[in-house]
């Protein structure tokens, strides 16, 4: 024991000495004149830096911590901290304090530094150009940024990340230095050799018995094993991913009421499982096949053909090949088994409720529907108490009634078997008023313009289905980025308040459209502003342009549309959507012009005088409109009633290729009424969910019936007939959106969901008197884009890809029309900067002459693949590729697929 504690200190000693010889080399006082065995009292005289040669000296001086005029104690511990403040700057490679002097009890130190080389450049190697540009934005690495340890271990680290996220789960990196020759600077060579990627063969579990392999392993959602057949999945192992799926695992059993269900361990492991060679097999594989093994191989077949070499020779030749491929290509491959501990399977019997008083323990058991005996489903029961998406939660009901403050907690109060009593805990506390109502974010739209959309006010009971109405309203402006919007409440339970905060963000809403579509053997182009936020009441303020007076919500939209002399046309409109600025009742305001002309000139020169040209034939419509829109209370408050007046005035002139009179004019007067039903959500572009649905009546006055015309005459022309024309038109539209995946967004990222888009459409023309006959203005045109927009002489142009543009309609159009759709859509990216999303299509219409050959069951079919880009200032791109899957007997050429491709909103869509 005595022998133990001599060599203890022993030790305590020699450690002793070192340090302090360490300090003593550390302070650096290089001077015969200093006893260190006795410390003595100096005073700092002036302190000279050597060696700096990016660094300020006065700087250097500063970090150590020693002034001018102190006092030190030498040897001392301050000359060691100053080396350690210097050190941790981590910009010097070499750190020394020595005493030039001394005069007296004056010390003159001397701080000689050696700089750390600074970055002269960096190489990238052993990469491809795409991926050696995103690691430039990632290890930032500055001309002039010191390179120390610290740096060379975090570049190779986020290298490597990055390399491993993208499934080289091999990758090596090598950092070198290389001194610059010219400059007093570093380059820094990044060498990567990445390897294969390495992707998951098999998801193996052990232990599971009431649920199937196939069902565990579709929990796993970006876990999955790489299969041929499924280009979708690049089977590639992320291990944050894995914990994530691992936990949805887990709440996979829990929801079928195995809620002590746990992973006892998961392996993950290399595969290196070798076939076993058959030398009859290879012996008689195709000398081609061998060959492209490796030389060796070959050599050793030719001489076993000869009978110059032994088969055991050509043996070990094809073993060592084949083992050094089975071991490089089942690297390149992981195996991940998972072991199950499943626990018993549980119910729930008996739940009581306290604390409530506001609700009975009835009615909320009502609203929690969960029976005795259901499965235990932990999932379900917090859906069903706090967070329902359909809004039928119990947190809802009473959140719903101003009790900001409610909470409710379950506490299991007994575990028999198999079956788990609940007790609900409710803290109702007291309703909740609204006190201040505030907006954030909105640089360009005015506050009032977003208040009178928010239906929270101050001094109202707070209600979690108006916070959550108000944000479906703002998105649906189409001012603001739906990912970004939010709404902060803060409740004061002191004083029985809260708070409201809405946070926008502005994104750009104005469009230059730019539409092209073909039709008649021509190109039609447009081109056309819409400001979306237009400002009317700042229109002669100077300071409100920039570059135009915006943020009242209103919408001016000036459109033109040409291809030369066969056709031009004008429009502009605009759009108050608060008239008064107290109701949601809105004014719309519409002009226009268009001419159609055979392409030749209106006059001519004949003899040096100009005269009517007798060749031309043309269409001119000119056309106004007020419209007056109203929000409805009844049934609910998605519903909204336009109603509008429109005049229309066409001269003929020789254009008797449509119409059944070629001279003249007619007179289009109409009343247009339409009940919408509008809940779509999210992002008004790409919608999520909800439904449109929409209603529309158009009526003329019913001329006939009292301007005493007798329609019946033989000498009625029908430029007579129509000249006031009458009809009534009739169209119902219905469109659902179903989200197929339901995914949410996680830590920022988008959430990109199967959206599946199912709608219908009919549309009817008809006459109040037979003897007056079909109108020909309003009709119905199917087939093709739905954008040959040339023609807009009150016809109604509606797409059916696949067909040629208006070849399922006679030439005159069609009074009946039913159009059915459903696409499948996934979104690319859904920044308002730039949506992208594509799309699987299968379609089908038809359009009639008469009612009794209506018949919404016999269709021409269609199916086909296409992308749509919506871009803020050019509005909506298309591209679609369509396959027709029934031939048209009026054209039976027509060929089975063809592209369609539209800019801007397709005309008339059922």
């Not at 190489?123 to 491809?128: C, E, I, K, Q, V």
């Not at 936990?247 to 070798?274: C, E, L, M, P, S």
């Not at 030749?600 to 040096?608: F, R």
């Amino acid at each position: 024991m005595t022998h133990k504690r001599l060599v203890f200190l022993y030790i305590v000693l020699l450690l002793t000495i070192a340090s302090k010889a360490q300090v003593i080399q550390l302070g650096g006082i290089d001077s015969s004149a200093i006893d260190f065995s006795n410390p003595k009292e100096y005073t700092l005289g002036p302190i000279v830096v050597t060696g700096a040669k990016n660094l300020d000296e006065k700087v250097i001086v500063l970090l150590t911590g020693l002034n001018e005029g102190d006092k030190v104690q030498v040897p001392g511990d301050k000359f060691s901290t100053a080396i350690e403040n210097l050190w941790k700057q981590g910009l010097f490679e070499d750190i020394q304090i020595k005493a030039r002097k001394i005069e007296g009890n004056t010390i003159f130190l001397n701080i000689e530094v050696l700089e750390r080389p600074r970055l002269s450049k960096f190489a990238l190697r052993g990469m491809t150009k795409s991926e050696a540009d995103d690691l430039r934005e990632k290890i930032s690495l500055n001309r002039g940024k010191v390179v120390t340890d610290a740096l060379i271990s975090s570049t190779t680290y986020i290298v490597k990340k990055y390399f491993v996220d993208k499934a080289y789960l091999d990758t090596k990196v090598n950092i070198t230095r290389e001194k610059e020759t010219s400059e007093d600077g570093v380059i820094l060579t990044i060498a990567v050799e990445k390897g294969h990627k390495v992707k998951i063969k098999n998801i193996n579990f052990i232990g599971n018995r009431a649920l199937g392999t196939f069902k565990l392993r579709r929990t796993f959602k970006e876990t999955k094993r790489k299969r041929w057949w499924n280009p979708f999945n690049n089977g590639k192992f992320d291990e944050d991913n894995y914990e994530k799926d691992k936990k949805a695992f887990i709440a996979k059993y829990n929801g079928r009421g195995f809620r002590d269900a746990a992973i006892v361990r998961d392996t993950i492991y290399r595969n290196n499982d070798k076939q076993k060679l058959n030398f009859g097999k290879y012996l008689k594989a195709s000398y081609k096949k061998i060959i492209h093994g490796t030389p060796m191989v070959a050599q050793d077949y030719h001489w076993v053909k000869k009978g110059k070499r032994s088969k055991f020779k050509l043996w070990k030749s094809i073993q060592t090949f084949h083992a050094v491929r089975d071991t490089t290509h089942y690297k390149r491959f992981i195996t991940i088994d998972m072991y199950v501990s499943e626990g018993n399977k549980y119910y729930f019997r008996d739940i009581h409720w306290v604390g409530n008083s506001k609700y009975s323990s009835k009615d909320l058991s009502n609203v929690l529907n969960i029976k005795k005996g259901d499965v235990y489903d932990q999932e379900n029961l917090d859906m069903k108490l706090f967070s329902n998406p359909n809004g039928s939660d119990v947190s809802s009901l009473y959140m719903d009634d101003g009790y900001l403050f409610f909470n409710v907690s379950p506490v299991e109060t007994q575990v028999t078997g198999d079956s788990i009593d609940l007790e609900m805990r409710i803290f109702e506390g007291k309703q909740a008023t609204i006190n201040k109502v505030t907006v954030v974010g909105n640089t360009k739209t005015n506050d009032r313009v977003i208040m009178r959309e928010i239906r929270t006010r101050p001094g109202q009971l707070f209600r979690r289905t108006d916070v959550i109405r108000s944000q479906r309203d703002l998105t649906q402006l189409g001012y603001f980025d739906p990912e970004k919007m939010n709404v902060v409440p803060t409740p004061n339970p002191a004083n029985g308040t809260v708070d409201i905060e809405y946070t926008v963000e502005e994104k750009p809403s104005d469009q230059i459209e730019l539409s092209g579509g073909y039709g008649g053997g021509r190109i039609v182009g447009t081109l056309g502003v819409s400001f979306n936020n237009f400002s009317g009441r700042n229109f002669f303020k100077k300071g409100a342009w920039r570059p135009l007076p915006s943020g009242d919500g209103q919408r001016l939209s000036i459109r033109a549309q040409t291809n030369g002399l066969y056709f031009q046309s004008y429009n502009i409109s605009f759009t108050e959507p608060w008239l008064g600025g107290r109701k949601p009742n809105s004014l719309s305001v519409t002009a226009y012009y268009s001419v159609q002309t055979n392409g030749q000139k209106k006059k001519i020169t004949s003899d040096g005088v100009k005269i009517a040209n007798p060749d031309r034939q043309s269409l001119d419509i000119f056309g106004a409109s007020v419209g007056l829109g109203r929000r409805l209370k009844w049934p609910d408050d998605y519903f909204t009633l336009y109603q509008e007046i429109n005049y229309q005035y066409y001269t003929l002139n020789n254009f008797g290729s449509i119409f059944s009179f070629s001279n003249g004019f007619s007179n289009n007067i109409y009343y247009k009424a339409a009940i919408q039903r509008n809940s779509l959500q999210g992002n008004p572009i790409f919608p999520s969910g909800g439904s449109q649905l929409a209603l529309t009546g158009q009526w003329t006055p019913p001329y006939s019936a009292f301007n005493g015309i007798d329609y019946e005459s033989p000498t009625l022309t029908d430029q007579q007939r129509y000249k006031f024309v009458e009809y009534q038109k009739y169209k119902f539209t219905a469109t659902f959106y179903t989200n197929l995946t339901n995914k949410k967004p996680v830590e920022g990222k988008e959430a990109r969901n199967l959206i599946l888009r199912t709608s219908a459409g009919f549309g009817f023309l008809t006459s109040y008197n037979q003897k007056v006959g079909l109108s020909p203005f309003e009709r119905f045109y199917l087939g093709g884009s739905g954008l040959t927009g040339y023609a807009l002489d009150g016809r109604e142009i509606i797409a059916l890809r696949g067909y040629d543009d208006q070849s399922l309609s006679p030439r005159t159009g069609a009074a009946y029309i039913t159009k059915y759709s459903l696409e499948l859509r996934f979104p690319i990216t859904t920044n308002p900067q730039a949506t992208i999303f594509i799309l699987g299509f299968t379609e089908a219409g038809k359009s009639w002459q008469k009612a009794r050959d209506f018949n919404p069951f016999s269709l021409y079919r269609s199916a086909g693949v296409g992308v749509r880009v919506f871009l803020p200032m050019f509005g909506l791109l298309g591209f679609d590729y369509g396959w027709r899957l029934d031939d048209v007997p009026s054209n039976l050429g027509m060929q089975k697929g063809q592209f369609h491709f539209t800019i801007g909103a397709s005309i008339g869509e059922l």
